[in-house]
């Protein structure tokens, strides 16, 4: 079974011939098949990846929580036959054991699903549609002082094996803002050191050009150096190299997200900082850092590679002391 519709030339003014403008798709389904959700779910996956270009985390991820529901509900149930009342009881069951934001991502996840089969003509109303997504709790993300950030990049040292590479890790991490993901699938030919830019590939595959700090770029080109070492060292080995990845490992593979949010951890704990270090705090840090000093929004945006400027927004948790010192500074009634 297929999610694409049958498709009709019904009325071609082309003739014989195929219609230059493509197939018309027809609206009208077997009614006598039958759309369970064990046969609509792997198909379902398959669109989001290929159509809508999500990652494979991002899959799994919507994968999971639709495997939930379909279990509570029943995989061989029609989705025609799906109605509010049940998604309510779903909802209801997840309350007990689960967080706020669990219950509204599993939502999200069925949400998108079912508005899908919506424009598909698979169903013909959306039983999600009239259930509210729980109120959720607002939690302030970690961002660092300017001066945590430059205590944390100075962390790696000589003693350090690998001290140039996560100098460089770091340093990439608060120049750039990129995300822990993009920063792992960097390939060296997306750095062009003489512009000074970095060509990122993030979520639904959309390529942005994000700007590089000469320190990040010096703190790469000392570990680079490094690198050609370990490639070397597994071609000695008999092994594959790996030529495309800027950052490796000991065994001259690709870091993985995990071990860079490990590298962030340790130097973070080593730095004395309080608060619990990850990559995102580092691109949280970025986008605060960039608004106190005057940035706009949009171009924190462009930085950031988000789609909607709702989401920027959550970066602009500015201290009260630098909104009353803009004020000031800004607004014509604010001097008397």
Same mark, same amino acid.
């Given at each position: 079974?297929s999610?694409?519709?049958n498709?009709?030339?019904v009325?071609?003014?082309?003739?014989d011939n195929?219609?230059?403008?493509?197939?018309?798709?027809?609206?009208?389904?077997?009614i006598?098949?039958?759309?369970?959700l064990?046969?609509?779910?792997p198909?379902?996956?398959?669109w989001?990846?290929?159509?809508?270009?999500?990652s494979?985390?991002?899959?799994?991820?919507?994968?999971?929580?639709?495997?939930?529901?379909?279990?509570?509900?029943?995989?061989?149930?029609d989705?025609?036959q799906?109605?509010?009342?049940?998604v309510r009881?779903f909802v209801y069951?997840l309350?007990?054991?689960?967080?706020?934001?669990?219950?509204?991502?599993k939502l999200s996840?069925l949400?998108?699903?079912?508005?899908h089969l919506l424009?598909?003509g698979i169903?013909t109303?959306d039983?999600i549609?009239?259930?509210?997504?729980?109120?959720q709790e607002?939690?302030?993300?970690?961002f660092?002082?300017?001066?945590?950030?430059?205590s944390?990049?100075?962390?790696?040292?000589?003693?350090?094996?690998?001290g140039?590479?996560d100098?460089?890790?770091l340093?990439?991490l608060?120049?750039t803002?990129?995300?822990?993901?993009e920063?792992?699938?960097?390939?060296?030919?997306r &750095?062009? #050191?003489d512009?000074?830019? /970095?060509r990122?590939?993030?979520?639904?595959? $959309? *390529? @942005?050009?994000?700007?590089?700090?000469?320190?990040? &770029?010096? #703190?790469?080109s000392?570990? /680079?150096?490094?690198?050609?070492?370990?490639? $070397? *060292? @597994?071609i000695?080995?008999?092994?594959?190299?790996?030529n495309? #990845?800027?950052?490796?490992?000991?065994?001259?593979?690709?870091?993985?997200? $995990?071990?860079?949010?490990r590298?962030?951890?340790?130097?973070?704990?080593? #730095?004395?900082?309080?608060?619990?270090?990850?990559?995102?705090a580092?691109?949280?840090?970025?986008?605060?850092?960039?608004?106190?000093m005057?940035?706009?929004?949009r171009t924190v945006?462009?930085?950031?590679?988000?789609?909607?400027?709702?989401t920027t927004?959550?970066?602009?948790?500015?201290?009260?002391?630098?909104?009353?010192e803009?004020?000031?500074?800004?607004?014509?009634?604010?001097?008397r």
């Open positions: 079974m999610f694409q519709k498709m009709s030339m009325g071609c003014p082309c003739g195929p219609c230059l403008r493509g197939p018309k798709r027809s609206t009208r389904r077997n006598s098949m039958s759309y369970t064990q046969d609509l779910l198909q379902f996956s398959r989001l990846s290929v159509e809508k270009g999500y494979l985390r991002t899959v799994e991820s919507y994968g999971r929580d639709l495997v939930e529901f379909s279990t509570f509900v029943d995989p061989g149930y989705v025609r799906i109605e509010p009342r049940i009881s069951a309350n007990g054991k689960n967080k706020g934001s669990s219950v509204a991502r996840a949400r998108t699903f079912f508005r424009r598909e169903i109303h039983p549609a009239s259930v509210a997504t729980p109120k607002k939690h302030m993300p970690v660092l002082t300017v001066d945590e950030v430059f944390l990049l100075e962390m790696p040292g000589n003693e350090d094996v690998f140039a590479r100098r460089a890790i340093e990439i608060y120049s803002g990129v995300r822990v993901a920063l792992a699938a960097l390939d060296l030919d &750095l062009d #050191a512009e000074g830019m /970095l990122v590939t993030g979520k639904g595959n $959309r *390529e @942005r050009l994000v700007p590089v700090g000469n320190p990040a &770029l010096e #703190a790469l000392r570990y /680079l150096p490094q690198r050609t070492l370990l490639i $070397r *060292e @597994r000695a080995r008999g092994e594959a190299p790996e495309k #990845a800027v950052f490796l490992n000991h065994r001259g593979l690709r870091l993985t997200t $995990r071990s860079i949010e590298i962030v951890k340790m130097y973070s704990q080593r #730095a004395g900082i309080a608060a619990r270090v990850t990559p995102h580092l691109r949280h840090s970025f986008a605060t850092h960039l608004l106190e005057g940035a706009d929004l945006q462009e930085l950031l590679g988000h789609v909607s400027l709702s927004q959550r970066y602009t948790h500015l201290n009260m002391d630098h909104l009353s803009v004020y000031d500074r800004a607004h014509p009634k604010a001097k």
